[in-house]
């Protein structure tokens, strides 16, 4: 059974850092694509980051300032982010793309605020 475990979430301030993480388990980790998504008040989910092989993306709003790494001894998946602004804040969710399914975790709130 496919999980996925986020953490690392938080309250911080404008310019401030976090790092997420996400266990995964389930599946081989290795083997597939893994992906940053954020949610907020209001708005669609929007892609933030992925991760495949050695190859990441990110849209414009957040490069430069997020970074996707995983470790694959640990089924692990980060989203270290920096600079964070207002705007940030959401939560936030991984995403497993396991060839034609995918599957969520239960999310994790950024709040950025002063």
């Known amino acids: 059974q496919v999980q996925l475990v986020e953490s690392g979430g938080g309250s911080v301030q404008p310019g401030g850092s976090l790092r997420l993480s996400c266990a995964a388990s389930g599946f081989t980790f290795s083997a597939y694509a893994m992906s940053w998504y954020r949610q907020a008040p209001g708005k669609e989910r929007e892609l933030v980051a992925t991760?495949?092989?050695?190859?990441?993306n990110y849209p414009d709003s957040v490069k430069g300032r997020f970074t996707i790494s995983r470790d694959n001894s640990k089924n692990t998946v980060y989203l270290q982010m920096n600079s964070l602004k207002s705007e940030d804040t959401a939560v936030y969710y991984c995403?497993?793309?396991?060839?034609?399914?995918?599957?969520w975790g239960q999310g994790t709130q950024v709040i950025v605020s002063s």
């Open positions: 991760s495949i092989g050695g190859f990441t």
């Open positions: 995403k497993a793309n396991l060839g034609g399914a995918s599957y």
